[in-house]
């Protein structure tokens, strides 16, 4: 099997960081680096989750309808969740 060099730049402080937890499990950067690439690729996929905090647009417009309705004095206000769903089911 050939070998081949892959080079990024990290914040040096994370890298000091990085290497002393390596150290501390036993391995060095580059075996870690070399499990996070084979999880990758016998996975398919990152072996973390990748989420944006920030709402995309029909989550932002859920939000704005709430803030909206709390507004409202017309709007129907219920004491619990079964008041909620016993108001559902009667539609």
Same mark, same amino acid.
Request: net charge negative.
């Given at each position: 099997?050939?070998?081949?060099?892959?080079?990024?730049?990290?914040?040096?402080?994370?890298?000091?960081?990085?290497?002393?937890?390596?150290?501390?499990?036993?391995?060095?950067?580059?075996?870690?680096?070399?499990?996070?690439?084979?999880?990758?690729?016998?996975?398919? !996929?990152?072996?973390?989750?990748? $989420?944006?905090?920030?709402?995309? #647009? =029909?989550?932002?417009?859920?939000?704005?309808?709430?803030?909206?309705?709390?507004?409202?004095?017309?709007?129907? !206000?219920?004491?619990?969740?079964? $008041?909620?769903?016993?108001?559902? #089911? =009667?539609?």
């Amino acid at each position: 099997m050939s070998q081949a060099t892959i080079s990024f730049r990290i914040d040096s402080e994370d890298k000091k960081r990085f290497e002393k937890f390596c150290d501390d499990t036993g391995m060095n950067v580059s075996v870690a680096i070399n499990m996070f690439i084979k999880a990758v690729l016998r996975d398919s !996929r990152l072996p973390f989750a990748v $989420e944006s905090r920030i709402p995309n #647009e =029909t989550t932002v417009a859920a939000i704005r309808e709430g803030e909206e309705m709390l507004k409202d004095p017309k709007t129907r !206000r219920f004491k619990s969740v079964d $008041e909620l769903f016993e108001e559902l #089911e =009667t539609e």
